[in-house]
């Protein structure tokens, strides 16, 4: 964490100041509401608004603490938080059809505290967090500037050659894994091997049911969809041919070992 001081220097910090984030989001939201105002409104809530200013001496609540956490545990936080609702379904500790019940921890306190809501109001809540249509949920600013962007990549080169381990590290952590590699990870076998002939599957297209019939729905080849197309003629029957001239089809052609293997790659991984 950082920024780019005005002679194009790089000036790292812990974390945000607290006492000046607080007064700073203070004057950030009063300002909003006074632009949306009416004048008539202004002058209604006026003395409400700045009684908020004067009482609130030391600026309005905001949650920031130092994070002493180590890095990895911060980056599954953050890419957990990106990737789900709200709220966890952990959370949720029962449901009547009419009332949500749920638990969280209270950041002022760090308590553990159950709430009961109705549903319509924990839907409301929840609605909240999805953004607006074409609403822009990341912006550029520091080192991504534009307007800083010669200067940004200068200082990002000089970084990156430094702490070039970290940065591949990081991408590891963030990196999300494959339905194989996460089968592997809870201690199964590899999904992708035949467990007869030790063989490697190979991905080559997809059949699926639709109106009550097979049909090649991906092909990654010419050749992939007319063997799949072959293999729904004899599985379905759609070739009205006699069984006699089916086997006698079968016991006259050969097959090459790699054709062999072909068919349980494409067949056997359903």
Excluded at 224 to 240: F, L, N, W
Aim: charged share 35%.
């Amino acid at each position: 964490m950082g920024g780019i001081t005005k002679k194009g220097e790089w000036k790292g910090y812990d974390y945000i100041p607290f006492p000046m984030l607080r007064k700073q989001w203070q004057t950030v939201v009063l300002k909003f509401i006074r632009r949306y105002l009416k004048k008539e409104e202004k002058k209604r809530i006026q003395s409400r608004l700045q009684k908020a200013f004067s009482r609130n001496g030391e600026g309005f609540y905001v949650y920031a603490p130092k994070q002493r956490r180590k890095l990895k545990e911060q980056l599954r936080y953050i890419g957990r938080y990106i990737r789900r609702p709200a709220i966890g379904m952990n959370r949720i500790e029962e449901y009547d059809g009419q009332f949500v019940t749920f638990k969280y921890i209270d950041k002022k306190d760090g308590k553990e505290k159950h709430e009961k809501v109705t549903v319509e109001e924990f839907i409301s809540r929840l609605i909240r967090h999805i953004p607006d249509e074409q609403f822009k949920t990341i912006r550029y600013y520091g080192m991504y500037s534009r307007r800083s962007k010669k200067i940004s990549k200068k200082l990002l080169t000089t970084w990156q050659k430094r702490v070039r381990k970290w940065v591949v590290k990081v991408r590891k952590v963030l990196r999300r894994q494959t339905w194989r590699e996460r089968i592997i990870a809870s201690g199964k076998k590899d999904p992708m091997i035949c467990p007869h002939c030790g063989n490697y599957y190979e991905y080559m297209g997809e059949v699926c049911l639709e109106d009550g019939k097979l049909s090649v729905k991906i092909a990654l080849s010419r050749d992939a969809r007319i063997y799949m197309e072959r293999m729904i003629d004899h599985i379905t029957g759609c070739k009205q041919e006699t069984k006699k001239r089916k086997e006698e089809k079968t016991r006259n052609r050969t097959y090459s070992p790699k054709e062999t293997v072909r068919q349980l790659s494409l067949f056997d991984v359903s």
